[in-house]
């Protein structure tokens, strides 16, 4: 995977932040690569370490025609493990450039249709999965684990700057719970939940890790659920994209970056304090909203 030794961490400043005294930073995940690059990578890192530990030479996963997930997956496939791709939805005429670029790869996509889906978790459907493709290492959607968080906890690891916040978008938390793992008492993590009506999530992030004292999760900048735009916010992407020439994703970092700026604005963040704000990256899927 493509592990850089330095991330860019790139100051944002313009009126806002400058009137109410705060200093914003961006942790450029996104540079990394676009199919791979992002936090998924992270979440990605222990879990093929330990398949391979586990002696398993198959990883099979689940994602949707646009996943970040599965794109990066795609760069792992190989002869040392090769990657299933179980995706939600019949196989379409045209294929997404997402489900192109795992094609390319060498990724073998499966397809289920979406009610059969919904039973992603469900032993019947594992069990009926294994007598398909055979013994392979279960990564769940989205790829959050255990494996997940530990990778995760190390995106804090390039950024070499003291700080206060700091700011991810959330959809399934293992970013996040990593991410807050990593932190000292002083720091609060705050993440900005993508999902509609996403009041489970805390107690996801529970059960991954022990401590989330710093941890406060925002649901109020979903914009109507998962994926969901509104004029707004697609006028508050091109803004922020032309003020700091920082391309956004539309169903993370656009949703997460639009609270943090409203937040500003309402005086949530001490004077003087220093946020970090994390992209998660997810440019690849914009052309699912874009064509």
């Given amino acids: 995977m493509p592990f850089p030794d330095t991330i860019p961490l790139q100051k944002l400043e313009n009126e806002t932040t400058r009137l109410h005294q705060v200093n914003l930073?961006?942790?450029?995940?996104?540079?990394?690569?676009?199919?791979?690059?992002?936090?998924?990578?992270?979440?990605?890192?222990y879990n093929l370490k330990e398949a391979l530990k586990q002696g398993f030479k198959k990883i099979l996963t689940f994602g949707?025609?646009?996943?970040?997930?599965?794109?990066?997956?795609?760069?792992?496939?190989?002869?040392?493990?090769?990657?299933?791709?179980?995706?939600?939805?019949?196989?379409?005429?045209?294929?997404?450039?997402?489900?192109?670029?795992?094609?390319?790869?060498?990724?073998?996509?499966?397809?289920?249709?979406?009610?059969?889906?919904?039973?992603?978790?469900?032993?019947?459907?594992?069990?009926?999965?294994?007598n398909k493709f055979g013994a392979f290492y279960l990564l769940p959607e989205g790829g959050t684990n255990a494996m997940a968080v530990k990778g995760c906890k190390e995106i804090v690891n390039y950024i070499h700057i003291d700080f206060d916040y700091i700011c991810s978008a959330v959809g399934s938390g293992g970013t996040i719970a990593g991410i807050t793992s990593a932190l000292k008492s002083n720091q609060q993590a705050l993440g900005f939940a993508v999902l509609k009506g996403a009041d489970y999530l805390m107690e996801e992030i529970n059960k991954l890790i022990t401590l989330t004292t710093n941890l406060k999760l925002n649901h109020d900048y979903h914009f109507g659920g998962y994926a969901k735009t509104s004029p707004e916010l697609i006028s508050f992407k091109k803004n922020f994209e032309t003020q700091f020439s920082i391309p956004l994703d539309y169903v993370y970092t656009v949703k997460m970056f639009y609270g943090i700026f409203d937040l500003i604005k309402k005086g949530y963040f001490t004077q003087n304090s220093t946020i970090i704000a994390i992209h998660t990256g997810g440019l690849q899927g914009n052309n699912g909203f874009e064509k």
């Fill in 64 to 130: 949707g025609a646009w996943s970040n997930h599965l794109a990066a997956i795609a760069l792992v496939n190989s002869k040392q493990l090769s990657v299933i791709a179980i995706v939600r939805g019949e196989e379409p005429s045209v294929y997404s450039d997402t489900l192109n670029y795992c094609k390319e790869k060498g990724v073998q996509l499966h397809f289920v249709s979406r009610e059969a889906y919904r039973n992603k978790t469900s032993p019947a459907f594992i069990e009926e999965l294994k």
């Fill in 25 to 45: 930073y961006v942790l450029r995940l996104d540079t990394i690569d676009l199919y791979a690059g992002g936090n998924k990578i992270f979440k990605l890192k």
